[in-house]
C-alpha cells in the first residue's frame, strides 16, 4: 500500500498565525494581500477550520517568503485505500 500525507489543519492553522505575527501583518494586511472580502476566510484558516485555497497559498508563501509546502504542517503518513 502506498502511504500518503495528510494536513494537520489544527496545526497548519497554528503555524499561519505565527508566520503572521513573525512579520508584524495584521490580519487586514493577510486579507487585503490575498485579496479577500473580509477577515473571516483568514480567522478560520489560523483557527484550523479551513485551509487557503492554491491560489491563496501561492500567495501567502510568497509574502513570508517561503517554499509552499512549509505553509502546511503534515501528519504522519497514512495507509492509503
Do not use: C
Amino acid at each position: 500500500m502506498k502511504k500518503i500525507p495528510t494536513i494537520n489543519m489544527k496545526k497548519t492553522g497554528e503555524r499561519l498565525t505565527q508566520l503572521r505575527e513573525e512579520h508584524g501583518y495584521s490580519v487586514n494586511y493577510i486579507r487585503d494581500a490575498v485579496g479577500l472580502q473580509s477577515t473571516q476566510s483568514v480567522y478560520k484558516w489560523e483557527r484550523g477550520e479551513n485551509l487557503p485555497t492554491i491560489d491563496n497559498a501561492v500567495i501567502l508563501a510568497e509574502i513570508y517568503g517561503i517554499p509552499l509546502d512549509d505553509l502546511f504542517v503534515r501528519d504522519e503518513l497514512k495507509e492509503a485505500g
